[in-house]
Nanobody, 125 residues
Framework: QVQLVESGGGSVQAGGSLRLSCAAS????????MAWFRQAPGKEREGVAT????????YYANSVKGRFTISQDNAKNTVYLQMNSLKPEDTAMYYC??????????????????WGQGTQVTVSS
C-alpha cells in the first residue's frame, strides 16, 4: 500500500501563487509516476501534471502549461506543484496520485491506483 498526503491548498486572489506538496509513504517502490489531478464541483476529475520518478520527465495539461510546474524530491518521497498566475477557473479540489505505468507519461485517472484525500484550492477574482 501507498499513502499520499497533500498539503498547501488555500485561498488566493487571481494572479497569485500556491505550492502544493504530496508526501508519499509505504511501498513507494511500487509506482513509477506521480501526478496531480483536480476536480471542480459538477465536473469530472482532470489531470493537471505528471512526473516520471526515474527520469524526472514531465507532462502538463494545456490549461496549465507555462503556469504550473511539477517537481519531485525523491529523497523525501515528495512531489510538488508550483502554481503561478492562478485563475478563478483553477478553483478545485486537487488530488495527488501515484501509479505504475508501463508506457510514457499519462494524465488518465485510470492509470493511477493510489490517491490522496485532496486539498482545496480557491482562486477569487
Amino acid at each position: 500500500q501507498v499513502q499520499l498526503v497533500e498539503s498547501g491548498g488555500g485561498s488566493v486572489q487571481a494572479g497569485g501563487s500556491l505550492r502544493l506538496s504530496c508526501a508519499a509513504s509505504g511501498y513507494t517502490y511500487t509506482y513509477n509516476s506521480m501526478a496531480w489531478f483536480r476536480q471542480a464541483p459538477g465536473k469530472e476529475r482532470e489531470g493537471v501534471a505528471t512526473i516520471f520518478a526515474g527520469s524526472g520527465s514531465t507532462y502538463y495539461a494545456n490549461s496549465v502549461k507555462g503556469r504550473f510546474t511539477i517537481s519531485q524530491d525523491n529523497a523525501k518521497n515528495t512531489v510538488y506543484l508550483q502554481m503561478n498566475s492562478l485563475k478563478p477557473e483553477d478553483t478545485a479540489m486537487y488530488y495527488c496520485a501515484a501509479g505504475a505505468l508501463d508506457y510514457g507519461l499519462s494524465l488518465k485517472v485510470a492509470d493511477f491506483g493510489y490517491w490522496g484525500q485532496g486539498t482545496q484550492v480557491t482562486v477569487s477574482s
